[in-house]
């Protein structure tokens, strides 16, 4: 029996790149791996119901803790704690190097959802298919510099904060109830209980938590300096490459946080190409709010490829 407070069991460390990596793997070893990704203020167990659906069709499910989440955590002290986009991809291509896992089926959503786009966008020949919440995620600190319509910046409001000391210091300070409220707003209609929140709350008590999660929304606004090695990568991105490989978007009919309609980004992949939106009053947390949903666009997208 599946334990709800434990539904992966005893989860693994690896060193890749930075990092010793904190994650979770079920199914056989010998399946086709999928590498599933959460978001920000989230955590693994977003995918607690989706890992053993797929697990149970026979594929080998990896879902690690992004830098500054639950174990896991930078091998050097020197290392900058960067939150820019380039540097959670570059993170998801060591993994997979050091797992040996020379091509997976990717999904994720939140900043999961960008980190897959972009390893599917720049690494095509690694990633067989994609599942991507909301759609097409990558930016640039160019076009994040255009202003919004007051409404729209209204919906970025946590941006905004974190781009002061007393934001950074309020979200130290107020981490658990920061994350909570932000889960209420970005899925109105999910009465998740103290519980469910409280599995993954822990995962923010990470010691480089706060500065990964500050980072990567001053980096956004030009506010903090991205790492020189990311250059190149960031240029590519800049010019919002095309994704070619399979993908299936998803989105939920009640998502509360900021978000494209999707034929805003349909042309963004060109090749074998389907939207999914999913009802039910369903949320920014797609995986967890509908894991039979979620798992089974990940199981049509990998036998596409």
């Known amino acids: 029996m599946i334990s709800a407070a434990k539904p992966f069991g005893e989860l693994r460390d690896i060193e890749a790149g930075v990092l010793r990596v904190n994650y979770?793997?079920?199914?056989?070893?010998?399946g086709a791996p999928v590498l599933l990704l959460h978001g920000w203020p989230y955590d693994?167990?977003?995918?607690?119901?989706?890992?053993?659906?797929?697990?149970d069709a026979g594929y080998r499910v990896i879902v690690p803790f992004l830098r500054g989440y639950g174990a896991t955590r930078f091998l050097s002290d020197a290392t900058p704690r960067n939150g820019q986009q380039a540097a959670l991809a570059a993170d998801t291509?060591?993994?997979?190097?050091?797992?040996?896992?020379?091509?997976?089926?990717?999904?994720?959503?939140?900043?999961g959802a960008r980190t897959?786009?972009?390893?599917?966008?720049?690494?095509?020949?690694?990633?067989?298919?994609?599942?991507?919440?909301?759609?097409?995620?990558?930016?640039?600190?160019?076009?994040?510099?255009?202003?919004?319509?007051p409404e729209a910046e209204l919906s970025w409001w946590y941006q905004f904060y974190f781009a002061t000391e007393r934001g950074r210091l309020g979200y130290d300070k107020y981490r658990?109830?920061?994350?909570k409220l932000i889960w209420r707003l970005a899925s109105p209609k999910w009465n998740f209980d103290d519980a469910t929140f409280d599995r993954s709350a822990a995962a923010f008590d990470n010691p480089d938590h706060v500065s990964i999660v500050v980072h990567n929304y001053r980096w956004r606004l030009?506010?903090?300096?991205?790492?020189?090695?990311?250059?190149?990568l960031e240029r590519q991105l800049a010019a919002a490459p095309v994704i070619r490989v399979p993908t299936?978007?998803?989105?939920?009919?009640?998502?509360?946080?900021?978000?494209?309609?999707?034929?805003?980004?349909?042309?963004?992949?060109?090749?074998?190409?389907?939207?999914?939106?999913i009802t039910g009053g369903i949320g920014h947390n797609l995986p967890q709010e509908a894991p039979k949903a979620f798992a089974q666009a990940v199981l049509d997208a990998s036998t596409k490829a």
């Not at 291509?93 to 939140?110: N, P, Q, S």
């Not at 658990?176 to 994350?179: A, C, D, K």
């Not at 030009?222 to 190149?232: I, K, N, R």
């Open 24 to 30: 979770a793997a079920v199914g056989p070893t010998t």
């Open 44 to 55: 693994i167990y977003s995918f607690s119901e989706v890992a053993p659906v797929l697990a």
């Open 93 to 111: 291509i060591a993994l997979l190097d050091a797992l040996r896992l020379e091509r997976v089926t990717i999904a994720g959503f939140d900043w």
């Open 116 to 149: 897959a786009a972009i390893a599917a966008a720049i690494w095509p020949e690694r990633i067989k298919s994609l599942v991507s919440v909301s759609g097409y995620l990558i930016g640039s600190q160019a076009a994040n510099a255009s202003p919004l319509p």
């Open 176 to 179: 658990r109830e920061f994350s």
């Open 222 to 232: 030009g506010l903090a300096q991205g790492e020189p090695q990311y250059d190149s």
């Open 248 to 277: 299936i978007t998803l989105e939920g009919d009640a998502n509360g946080a900021p978000h494209a309609d999707p034929s805003a980004y349909a042309g963004k992949f060109v090749g074998s190409y389907t939207h999914r939106t």
